[in-house]
């Protein structure tokens, strides 16, 4: 047998001669590549995956997951996305390096595999299932109804000291938990708070479905981490109905505003930086020079959070520039179709002060039409006076099939709504409007058109809102009142006043607003901005948006291909959202599922109300002599009384059991059943758990969570949520892993 050389020895003939070429620059050398081995090895695989990654990102890039003996070993973009045609840049390769790295993750050394679980919990467990001969439910009972045990391991949350358990022992006492807390306080003291579904539809449906069937509450996530634009749902009544990414691709005139496409949309971000080449402008407003600027071709450097004082300045430009100058017809005709411009609005008078109002209802006219108190008016050029236009909400719900935009009044015939009253007013007064600055809230008088509306011998002063708009916005039109004298008069939202807050040069902000609003009169409506995240996490992230939003409405660009809002949750039009919310929310068994904002639930679990330092009377209009409540959570009282909001714990009393009751009591029908329900709660032997969160009955009792670390990232307050969560059960996490999958 032939001795074979050792691999050291193999090295060490490097001293020796060689055959050598060109002048010793190149050598023959006759060693094996048994080096290389090992490299191909590492890129084998037996299976390829698709899949994509949940990094909290909406792209849904299709990659493929190359496998060896169910490992991962590497992964690949795909490249079979159906094409978008010669006209636009195709959506593949998708993916980023974030997605990329994503099976380091899977096997980090820091991922828990095993449950674990407080020592303090878990020997005040072993020890009451003994007492109680293996009892589960009673256990679980003696354990939490005793304040000194419950107090043991409630003390130590936010120290650490988890140990390692057994999956069986786990599941046990989370069913405990569950079982006992439905029987003795119902199902809706049990909670699930999990993030946004584009980290795994898969996932997130499979909590949140068990969690419906039981019929506890899931609790919101945009809203509670600040990703959900409130402004959207209270413009439109629905969440972020934005276009995909392509469509930036068909845009003539682009602003990114708070979204730093490369970094956090980098999938997307070649359809911003490719459309620059068919002349599309970009300009990105950001606080700091962030990885979007240098693609464009103004740069706004916005003070952090003043982003509304820049909007409203544009909107200024725009009102004054498009409606009142040269009164731009696409502009005003999309107005008058598509926005709340046109409709009346009463203004009240007390004394000689004279205040906008609500909208003026078809009841408030005496008019005889189905569902008349949800049908606002407006004026009617053809008619010459109030009309009733197709599209309101008393349509939706009257079953006259007319809940559509046509142009037309509730009789079928053609309709043109005036949007202001100037040349054609009963007289000119001047109404109080509001002005909220940073030294506090004044009152500034500006003269509006008003028309005179007798009904029932009342006398009734109307506007539009088109016009109370200008006013409020300072665009003069030979009205009396306090208007700015030009953009560099520095009253409330010209220009100029926006620089102060902004500090962005009064001349580019003229330019900028005429460039985007010229753009979409050319291309009707292809202007667009493009917003994220980092205008939505303030206080009045709100109004910030609604600012910004106005620009897209005046310009007639909401609802064009190529124009108005694009936000950042990217693809989510490609997921398969009704049957997943079927899926997820246990519609197919029972309806409606419990759903609440999560803001509300920790604020009141978490005893922060108590340490609320802001009073509603700083926040009020200064048009107002004192407001309804001083304390943000009697709002939340009231909203979850009068319906608008859900709310749970929902009742002071365990809801299975308000049935049973209300037939004790000789209810016999569902009817009479809520009737029942609503006298307990009118006289107050049963109230809503909200209105006594102190109160031990109606504390949350179990909070599940998963697929997120919410002490770290989410919980505001974290003190609050250690010291004061009102959370008798557990935390039932438990700090359980996925069993090593």
């Known amino acids: 047998m032939e001795k074979q050389e050792l691999p050291l020895w193999k090295k060490l003939n490097f001293f020796k001669s060689k055959e050598t070429a060109q002048n010793g620059w190149s050598q023959v050398v006759a060693d094996d590549r048994d080096a290389e081995t090992i490299y191909r090895k590492r890129w084998n695989y037996d299976k390829v995956v698709r899949t994509t990654h949940g990094v909290n990102c909406t792209g849904s890039c299709s990659w493929k997951v190359f496998v060896k003996d169910g490992i991962i070993t590497s992964e690949n973009q795909q490249t079979d996305y159906p094409s978008t045609g010669p006209d636009m840049p ?35 467990w072993r020890e009451a299932l003994t007492k109680n001969n293996g009892h589960l439910v009673k256990a679980w009972g003696s354990i939490v109804e005793d304040q000194d045990k419950a107090k043991q391991y409630k003390e130590v949350r936010g120290k650490g000291g988890f140990v390692r358990a057994e999956w069986q022992e786990v599941n046990e006492i989370m069913s405990a938990m569950l079982l006992y807390t439905i029987i003795t306080y119902g199902p809706d003291r049990i909670a699930g708070f999990t993030p946004i579904p584009a980290m795994s539809m898969v996932s997130y449906a499979a909590g949140s479905r068990f969690l419906s069937l039981l019929g506890a509450p899931m609790l919101s996530f945009y809203d509670w981490y600040a990703d959900l634009p409130p402004a959207s749902p209270q413009i439109w009544g629905e969440q972020t109905d934005v276009p995909e990414s392509s469509d930036w691709y068909n845009a003539g005139y682009i602003i990114m505003w708070g979204s730093n496409i490369p970094m956090t949309r980098t999938p997307d971000a070649h359809f911003m930086t490719e459309v620059r080449y ?7 407003v950001s606080p700091d020079y962030a990885e979007n600027v240098k693609f464009a071709d103004n740069w706004l450097p916005v003070n952090p959070g003043s982003d509304a004082a820049l909007a409203q300045a544009m909107t200024h430009v725009i009102l004054k520039e498009f409606y009142v100058d040269k009164q731009e017809k696409y502009f005003l005709d999309y107005a008058k179709q598509f926005t709340d411009m046109p409709f009346l609005v009463l203004i009240e008078k007390e004394d000689t002060v004279y205040t906008p109002g609500r909208f003026v209802r078809a009841s408030d006219l005496g008019l005889a039409v189905n569902k008349g108190e949800w049908k606002p008016v407006l004026w009617d050029a053809v008619q010459e006076g109030p009309a ?25 015939e053609a309709l043109s709504p005036l949007l202001t009253f100037l040349g054609l007013e009963d007289e000119q007064i001047c109404v109080d409007l509001p002005e909220f600055t940073e030294g506090g809230t004044g009152i500034v008088k500006r003269g509006i058109p008003v028309k005179l509306i007798m009904n029932n011998g009342k006398l009734l002063r109307v506007t539009t809102v088109f016009d109370l708009m200008l006013a409020q916005y300072g665009v003069k039109r030979n009205l009396p009142g306090q208007y700015p ?7 409330t939202y010209t220009p100029a006043w926006q620089k102060k807050h902004t500090n962005v040069e009064t001349e580019l902000v003229i330019q900028i607003a005429r460039e985007f609003a010229q753009n979409a009169a050319d291309t009707l409506g292809r202007s667009m901005i493009i ?50 919310g079927t899926v997820a929310f246990a519609r197919d068994w029972s309806m409606p599922p419990r759903l609440q904002n999560a803001t ?22 200064p048009t107002v002599t004192k407001s309804r409540y001083s304390h943000p959570a009697d709002y939340n009282v009231l909203a979850a009384r009068l319906g608008w909001m859900p709310s749970y714990p929902q009742f002071s009393e365990n809801p299975l059991q308000l049935s049973t009751k209300a037939s004790q009591a000789g209810a016999e029908t569902s009817e009479q059943v809520i009737r029942h329900v609503v006298e307990k709660l009118k006289d107050k032997s049963m109230s809503f758990a909200v209105e006594d969160p102190d109160n031990r009955k109606n504390h949350p009792r179990g909070l599940f969570v998963w697929r997120s670390n919410l002490i770290s990232s989410s919980w505001q307050c974290l003190l609050c949520m250690i010291r004061q969560a009102r959370l008798p059960s557990l935390l039932a996490r438990c700090w359980i892993g996925a069993k090593g999958k």
């Open 388 to 412: 009733i236009p197709k599209g309101t909400i008393g349509q939706r719900w009257d079953s006259t099939g007319q809940w559509n935009l046509k142009m037309e009044n509730e009789s079928g």
């Open 278 to 284: 068919k002349g599309t402008k970009v300009v990105a």
């Open 485 to 491: 004298v030009d953009y560099y008069d520095e009253q």
């Open 90 to 124: 195709e959506f593949e390769p998708r993916g980023c390096p974030r997605g990329a790295s994503f099976s380091w993750y899977v096997y980090s050394p820091l991922r828990i595999k095993h449950p674990y679980i407080r020592s303090q919990l878990l020997s005040l």
């Open 600 to 621: 509300s639930f920790f604020y009141f679990a978490t005893n922060q109300w108590q340490y609320e330092t802001h009073s509603m009377d700083g926040l009020k209009s």
């Open 531 to 580: 917003m994220g995240a980092g205008i939505n996490h303030w206080f009045n992230g709100d109004t910030i948006y609604r600012a910004i939003l106005n620009l897209v409405i005046l310009t007639g660009c909401q609802g064009v291909n190529g124009g108005g809002w694009a936000h950042y949750v990217g693809q989510e039009k490609c997921r398969p959202i009704e049957g997943w």
